[in-house]
């Protein structure tokens, strides 16, 4: 990217805690890029409206107006809060729609141990990876059939004829879902995880599926990845295969690709997360694994993420709105700072970065957290969002 020294960064609030940590985040961040570069940069912050308080600006059932689409997508790089999604009334995920919108096929989730944070593991140190989950297929495509609906029922009628799939596993009670993976889709995710490997030096990727069930989705996946990897990244089988090994052209080591089914992943990284780095997955799985990891080194409160186009990218925290505690200054603000984090060092601004989780580093290990760590750690003491974010800047 060639980023000025005051670029536009469109931010949405977010809805429920949204006015508890986004107002944290951009303070911790001014704060970060002052001491990084004194007043040669500068962040110009841009509100932009999505979620409730965008029906609040533009009316009632506008929820993701237009000009946000128009400005995160011209402004490239912006960072959002969480944000609800509607009952009723037929409007989908909003998260889902800018996903779609925006085509942010990566869905990049770091997750990173910070010392002192509460863990369930004995070990939880051991744990850096970085999960990069498909965004735009699978069964997140929305394709689905409510039970006794004419459709599901034709296409139950049609499995039966054309398939002979008996009454017994396929009742007509069922309801349907589509599942769909690409290899194009699939292509472009493998790459970038690959890429990322390259870039940052890292061991291994991995990629992660449910090919033994769902051989021409999952296994597919699998397959797909590993022939990219030879054609685009001239990798070799690895002791006679599956497994491939290729070669970091900046470092000159290798990176291992490997595959393991999704069941015992989730089993391996609370055994041995060590043997886990960059990993490559579809969207489900990708669901499951990106909570599951973020529960072993802190929880949703502190786990960051970016969802990601070949141009344009949205930081975000990973978490929802917390409707039971919004507007009270208890909420963690660490996962919208630290999608910052992951924000500045797209722009380019590591030093930036590396204030930021000096910062957040310093202040855990100063026990001076939220109520979500604090109650997990026995010497610390509960502050509030704005106390944590002053304590980071500090
Ligand atoms: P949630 O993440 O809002 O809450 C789950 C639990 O984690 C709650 O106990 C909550 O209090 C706690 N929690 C979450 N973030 C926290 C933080 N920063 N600090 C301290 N505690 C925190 O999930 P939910 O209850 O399933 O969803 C609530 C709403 O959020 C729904 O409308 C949902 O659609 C939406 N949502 C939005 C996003 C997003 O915008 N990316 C993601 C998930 C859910």
């Known amino acids: 990217l060639s980023v000025p020294a005051q670029p536009v960064i469109p931010f949405i609030e977010g809805d429920g805690i949204g006015v508890d940590v986004t107002p944290v985040m951009r303070e911790v961040v001014d704060a970060a890029v002052l001491k990084a570069y004194g007043d040669t940069r500068k962040i110009a912050w841009m509100e932009v409206y999505a979620g409730e308080k965008a029906t609040q600006v533009y009316g009632e059932d506008v929820w993701l107006p237009d000009e946000t689409l128009q400005a995160v997508s011209e402004y490239l790089v912006s960072i959002k809060g969480p944000l609800t999604t509607p009952v009723g009334g037929g409007i989908r995920s909003l998260n889902v729609t800018l996903r779609q919108q925006l085509d942010l096929y990566v869905c990049l989730r770091p997750i990173r141990y910070y010392d002192g944070t509460p863990s369930p593991l004995k070990s939880p140190e051991k744990t850096d990876m970085v999960i990069f989950r498909e965004n735009s297929e699978d069964i997140y495509a929305g394709i689905e059939w409510a039970a006794g609906t004419p459709e599901a029922q034709s296409l139950i009628a049609f499995l039966r004829d054309t398939m002979k799939v008996s009454k017994i596993r396929f009742p ?59 054609r685009e990244f001239g990798a070799e089988p690895l002791d006679g295969g599956p497994w491939m090994r290729l070669r970091n052209p900046r470092t000159g080591d290798d990176i291992v690709l490997k595959d393991v089914i999704a069941d015992a992943f989730l089993q391996e990284i609370l055994l041995n997360p060590e043997d886990y780095d960059v990993i490559a997955t579809l969207n489900l799985n990708g669901d499951y694994i990106s909570d599951a990891l973020a529960a072993q080194v802190g929880g949703i409160g502190i786990a960051p993420g970016a969802n990601l186009s070949d141009s344009v990218g949205i930081f975000e925290a990973t978490h929802g709105t917390a409707p039971k505690i919004a507007g009270q200054d208890k909420a963690n603000p660490g996962s919208i700072v630290l999608s910052a984090e992951m924000m500045l060092r797209h722009l380019g601004w590591n030093e930036a970065a590396d204030a930021i989780v000096r910062g957040l580093s310093g202040a855990i290990r100063a026990g001076r957290v939220t109520d979500d760590l604090a109650r997990l750690m026995p010497d610390a003491q509960s502050v509030s969002s704005s106390e944590f974010g002053r304590c980071i800047v500090a």
């Open 172 to 230: 007509e009670t069922s309801g349907i879902g589509i599942k769909p993976v690409s290899r194009e889709g699939t292509e472009r995710l493998v790459r970038k995880a690959i890429q990322y490997a390259i870039d940052n030096g890292r061991p291994s990727v991995t990629l992660v599926h449910k090919g033994n069930i769902m051989k021409f989705t999952e296994g597919a996946f699998k397959v797909w990845g590993y022939e990219l990897a030879r």
